[in-house]
């Protein structure tokens, strides 16, 4: 399914260009109409074979271009936008040569194959006018102007005797621009342009113009008066605009802003070199004598459309040769086909996926209209699967949520349409999600953001007012929301006055800058800016789902509205009405509070056994947010100090304190609890934390046998997001905080089952050390509630203890759930009655020496949901968990492999042991630090709390499963890769050991 592409041969009055059979030694002779035109070195190819030329130098410039534009040619084309750095700099040139009018074909001597690009780049371009852009169009642009600006260098018009263009000295640089631009990596953008720079640029442009066009017919070329004054105009408004163009290609961000600047002049030009305010109007002018001579016939207009387009308005007797073309698929779908052809272009292949999305984005807003809100959602995401990169698509989803009152779903969907454009339709919904999920602060700075976009947005005044209440009379009570409803009050109507923005916080327009120069012409013509957001998903737009669009006419620079920016302080007045203040902040609610240098058995709210009857400590509604502090795993056991003794000595009895439990209102056995993982911290005045070695008789690890465990540890400072320790010195990384340990309550049934099958396994393997599992213990069983003693001691009695994971969630120390994680637990009680304890600042993959993590206490954040039924639907047997989207960015990683054979040890072969496998991958590991200078108890521990990966890389090629342990090189502060001269070991200490030196 090809593009079509049709040769338009045209033909008219009179032409610049004859071939004379008769002519002296076969040169083509030019007839002296109007302008003198001495002869062209390239004069003797036909355009057969000056199209042929073009064809071949277009086709290899094409194969390069598309090397280095590829991967941004497919994103603008996908979201439908024209990129700056693609089309104005051709346009750029274009307009340089559209500055001589007509006169242009009589004063440039360059090579005809470069007037054959701009007729293909700019036929094609006013073929995709619109919000559509053709691939082919912008590799032909790019062709024209690298060949344009190679003819026109200055050393080349010199050796060929060629006379230049009065812009001729501009040609270097502008070349030198496109090797340095074909240099660069994928432009990486920052802020929009500045409109007032690049409108002052193109009317310099355009006075220029009419300047010298309606002076060609009067003076002569050569005359100084016309020399200067043209020479010094084109040099004022080319400065203005190559500089804004050139400075936008690099700062201006498409995927992070999302607005595309548009020109386009309405204004007709006719040949005679007036012109006409309206589209449509015709130059009545008398036609000279000497007019009708030069091939100009009367009537005839030429429009300029910001493309240069109007270069070829006028019409010779020369046959041009123009290539158009017309992505169109006729009657052939791709999708019927089979998916795209392979013969496909990358523009057919976007454009395919485009009108795929967009139809099922159609069906969505026909459901949508209907009240079908679940199927709209269905539609939504699936053209958000086809393109990603269309925001809108995301709005529209968040808006069909929101009728459904799914806030979270909600306000995900408008974050993510907000990463890749900020629009103001986005804002304002997730201002309403966040408003509902109790968190009024950030959706008072969303509806902030919406009004500094659209300042008279009533909706958005009415919003912000309900949560910043608005009063004359200081006797009226404040009115404020109750984030736990169901559903979002109407919002009351408010005018945008001044009174009411000083109120809300809402600084004051300011007006744009004026530019520096007066305008010259008289017919004022106007120049229309428009600026295209993709995010609008209102479905109401003509073609692209309601694209939002705003323009900015020269003529109204008088009265100018620019985005609201902050308020000065001297503007704000007396009242706070627009800061935060306590009237005005709802903090969440922290529902469990501990102190983390108190033992652990002495503080309310807190447990370390499972037990469907221990109480609920606090209730929440679906969607609120609350915090919950928690204690560390131990109670409180271990010291920052330099001896690790409390780690020998710790009693494992009085372990894994939980906060909690935490019912939900609504939660019943069979549904699915939603838990949302806002924010882990520590403690502002307990910024350190702890790994730990456990002895073989107390706890043991992953090599407890094999290293005959003594205790060790080592203590982590942790300072914002990195972690350091003086037990481990030479690495710093960045920290995953997560809980390791999370949730439900089981029901008495599932409880027995634990208990049951946990026995079989311990009385099978006897008196193992360390133990295969733990029973239930009474001594030392805590639960941090008045409660009647019968129902103490059968909690102790029965209680699991916290050490596995079960199918509740539990002890599963998964590094990945942490800030934005979503977590689905299956319901066994009333309430669900969620508890968490066990936070890590950091963690290995395994966290291999059984106190692995960097284990501290600290402060979690969390929101809860409620899916009815959902452990049928989803076959929930165990939770389900989305990441977190936080990762340390570390891109190189030394990588070890393992098998299932005991090469450390005895050299046994196991039949496809993983956990073999994973050994050998951690030993391999030590062993390799230890020749870079850490003991043993160093490595061991550094593997397990730093952010090391491990993976399974196969379990089916019998005997050998294979797992991988990849340790990231950007932790150290020196270079660990194998190089052919080994390393040289360092002295890096040892870590924090017993008192009595025993390890």
């Given at each position: 399914m090809p593009a079509k592409y049709s040769h338009v041969k045209k033909r008219s009055a009179s032409g610049l260009l004859k071939k004379e059979k008769n002519s002296p030694n076969g040169h083509h002779i030019i007839k002296e109409t109007y302008h003198p035109r001495p002869l062209n070195p390239h004069i003797d190819r036909s355009l057969n074979q000056a199209m042929s030329a073009v064809s071949q130098l277009e086709r290899a410039i094409a194969r390069l271009l598309l090397l280095r534009y590829e991967q941004d040619i497919a994103r603008l084309y996908s979201t439908r936008l024209y990129s700056i750095a693609l089309v104005h700099l051709p346009t750029l040139v274009m307009r340089c040569v559209t500055l001589g009018g007509p006169g242009w074909l009589a004063f440039n001597h360059d090579s005809e194959e470069i007037k054959d690009f701009f007729r293909a780049a700019i036929s094609m371009d006013m073929r995709q006018a619109g919000e559509r852009v053709a691939t082919k169009s912008v590799l032909w642009s790019y062709t024209a102007l690298r060949h344009f600006?190679?003819?026109?260098?200055?050393?080349?018009?010199?050796?060929?005797?060629?006379?230049?263009?009065?812009?001729?000295?501009?040609?270097?640089?502008?070349?030198?621009?496109?090797?340095?631009?074909?240099?660069m990596g994928p432009p990486i953008f920052t802020k929009p342009p500045y409109l007032g720079s690049l409108q002052e640029g193109q009317e310099a442009l355009e006075d220029a113009c009419e300047l010298k066009f309606g002076w060609m017919n009067e003076l002569a070329p050569g005359h100084p008066e016309w020399e200067g004054d043209w020479k010094a105009k084109i040099r004022h408004g080319y400065e203005r605009l190559s500089q804004t163009l050139w400075r936008v290609a690099r700062e201006f961000d498409v995927r992070g802003y999302g607005l595309v600047l548009r020109e386009k002049l309405t204004t007709k030009w006719c040949d005679c070199g007036c012109s006409t305010d309206h589209l449509g109007e015709v130059c009545e002018r008398t036609v000279r004598e000497d007019e009708e001579e030069s091939g100009v016939r009367p009537g005839k207009q030429r429009e300029w459309d910001g493309r240069g387009s109007g270069i070829f308005g006028w019409e010779t007797e020369e046959e041009e040769d123009i290539w158009e073309v017309d992505l169109d698929f006729g009657s052939l779908d791709p999708e019927e086909c089979g998916g795209p052809d392979s013969e496909m272009t990358i523009g057919e292949v976007m454009e395919w996926r485009y009108l795929k999305a967009e139809r099922e984005k159609e069906r969505g807003n026909a459901a949508f209209r209907k009240g079908d809100y679940l199927a709209a959602i269905q539609l939504y995401e699936s053209a958000h699967g086809i393109e990603p990169e269309v925001p809108h698509y995301q709005l529209n989803l968040a808006a069909a949520h929101l009728k459904l009152n799914n806030w979270i779903e909600a306000e995900k969907a408008c974050t993510q349409a907000l990463q890749q454009h900020r629009s103001s339709k986005g804002l304002y919904r997730r201002a309403r999600a966040r408003k509902m999920l109790g968190r009024p602060e950030e959706a008072i700075q969303d509806l902030r953001a919406v009004l500094r976009l659209q300042p008279n947005n009533l909706e958005a005044l009415a919003e912000l007012a309900s949560l910043i209440p608005i009063s004359d009379d200081k006797n009226q009570s404040n009115v404020t929301t109750n984030p736990s409803s169901s559903t979002s009050p109407p919002p009351t109507k408010i005018e945008p006055n001044a009174e009411t923005l000083r109120r809300l916080g809402i600084p004051k327009p300011k007006p744009i800058k004026q530019p520096p120069f007066t305008k010259l012409r008289s017919d004022d013509r106007k120049l229309k800016i428009v600026l295209l957001s993709p995010a609008d998903s209102s479905g109401t737009g003509r073609k692209f789902g309601g694209l939002n669009t705003s323009s900015l006419n020269t003529s109204s620079l008088n009265e100018p509205q620019q985005l609201l920016s902050k308020t000065p302080l001297s503007e704000r007045g007396d009242d706070k009405a627009g800061?935060?203040?306590?009237?005005?902040?709802?903090p969440h609610p922290t529902l469990i509070s501990i102190d983390p240098f108190v033992p652990a058995a002495k503080q309310k709210g807190i447990h370390n056994r499972w037990h469907p009857d221990i109480p609920a400590v606090a209730t929440v509604k679906p969607g609120q947010t609350f915090k919950i502090e928690c204690v560390d795993w131990t109670g409180a056991q271990i010291g920052n100090n330099d001896c690790s003794d409390d780690v020998k000595n710790i009693d494992l009895t009085k372990i894994h304190y939980l906060s909690g439990p935490i019912a939900v209102e609504g939660a019943e056995p069979g549904d699915c609890l939603v838990v949302d993982i806002l924010d882990i911290k520590p403690f502002d005045k307990m910024p350190w934390g702890y790994t730990g070695i456990f002895e073989l008789e107390n706890g043991g690890g992953l090599f407890a046998k094999e290293f005959k465990s003594r205790a060790a540890k080592a203590i982590w400072d942790i300072n914002g997001i990195f972690a350091t320790s003086r037990h481990i010195p030479g690495v710093r990384f960045a920290g995953v905080t997560h809980p390791g340990l999370i949730g439900t309550a089981p029901s008495a049934e599932l409880l027995a089952t634990w208990n049951k099958r946990e026995g079989e396994l311990i009385t099978a393997c006897g008196e193992s050390v360390p133990p295969v599992a733990f029973p239930p213990e009474p001594i030392n069983a805590y639960v941090g509630q008045d409660l009647p003693p019968d129902v103490i001691e059968k909690i102790a009695k029965e209680g699991a203890r916290t050490v596995p994971g079960r199918e509740h969630g539990g002890n599963c120390d998964i590094k990945n759930l942490s800030r934005g994680s979503r977590c689905y637990f299956p319901v066994f009680v009333q309430g669900a009655n969620l508890s968490v304890g066990d936070l890590h600042f950091s963690q290995g993959d395994g966290e291999m020496s059984f106190c692995g993590a960097i284990e501290m206490a600290g402060i979690i954040t969390f929101s809860t949901s409620i899916i009815k039924g959902g452990v049928e639907k989803f076959a929930l047997k165990q939770p389900i968990f989305v990441p977190s989207p936080i990762d340390p960015m570390y891109s190189q990683k030394i990588v070890f492999e393992g098998l299932s054979v005991d090469i450390h040890g005895d050299g046994r072969q196991y039949n496809m042991d993983a956990t073999v496998a994973y050994k050998q991958a951690a030993l391999n590991a030590i062993a390799y630090l230890m020749k870079i200078g850490?003991?043993?108890?160093?490595?061991?521990?550094?593997?397990?709390?730093?952010?090391?990966?491990?993976?399974?890389?196969a379990v089916v090629d019998s005997p050998n499963a294979c797992v991988t342990l990849a340790i990231p090189t950007g932790i150290f502060e020196y270079d660990i890769l194998p190089n052919p001269d080994g390393f040289q070991k360092r002295d890096l200490g040892q870590c924090a050991i017993r008192s009595d030196g025993v390890l």
């Open positions: 600006a190679m003819s026109n260098n200055v050393s080349i018009c010199n050796k060929l005797g060629l006379h230049s263009l009065r812009l001729l000295p501009y040609y270097p640089a502008l070349k030198a621009h496109l090797d340095t631009l074909e240099a800061m935060a203040t306590e009237a005005n902040s709802i850490y003991t043993r108890e160093q490595a061991y521990l550094l593997l397990s709390a730093a952010p090391v990966e491990s993976h399974v890389g």
